[in-house]
């Protein structure tokens, strides 16, 4: 039969064991005021970090993107081997950008997009997709511009 003294042991054991973070899982996606401009792919394999230039994105006016491709714990991809394509729409309008944005790739998962514009207020969707061997995830976040 155990003391109480075991118990208290086994108890405290327990407690401390709880508050350690489980081992194993993926890093959580940062809360900072940057996560804003990160977002996940739909199939989790991807996370996408984007600055906009000018930031905050303008109305009416052309802006680009710096991206990175990370994959899902956030570290870089290596190689040349991840091409990017980005498309922004309104969903309520059902329309598109009256431009066509450019994606050059500057190699280890980086790319610059330019010659983005949103050419109305409201609620835009601006898509991610990134193509690596062959499969393509999509990556979607939003913006409102006032
Ligand atoms: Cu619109």
């Given amino acids: ?76 991809l290596p190689g040349k081997d991840v091409t990017l394509a980005v498309d922004a729409r309104m969903p309520e309008h059902q329309h598109g950008m009256n431009v066509e944005p450019r994606v050059t790739p500057r190699g280890d998962g980086r790319f610059t997009v330019t010659g983005m514009e949103f050419h109305m207020a409201g609620r835009w969707e601006i898509t991610f997709d990134v193509t690596r061997a062959g499969l393509t995830e999509r990556a979607q976040v939003e913006k409102v511009l006032e």
């Fill in 1 to 76: 039969m155990r003391s109480l003294k075991q118990w208290e042991a086994i108890a405290l054991a327990a407690v401390v064991g709880c508050s350690r973070a489980p081992s194993g899982t993926l890093p959580a996606v940062p809360s900072s005021p940057a996560a804003a401009n990160e977002v996940r792919s739909n199939g989790d394999a991807y996370v996408i970090r984007f600055t906009p230039t000018p930031d905050p994105i303008p109305l009416g006016q052309l802006f680009s993107l710096d991206v990175s491709v990370l994959d899902a714990r956030t570290v870089p």
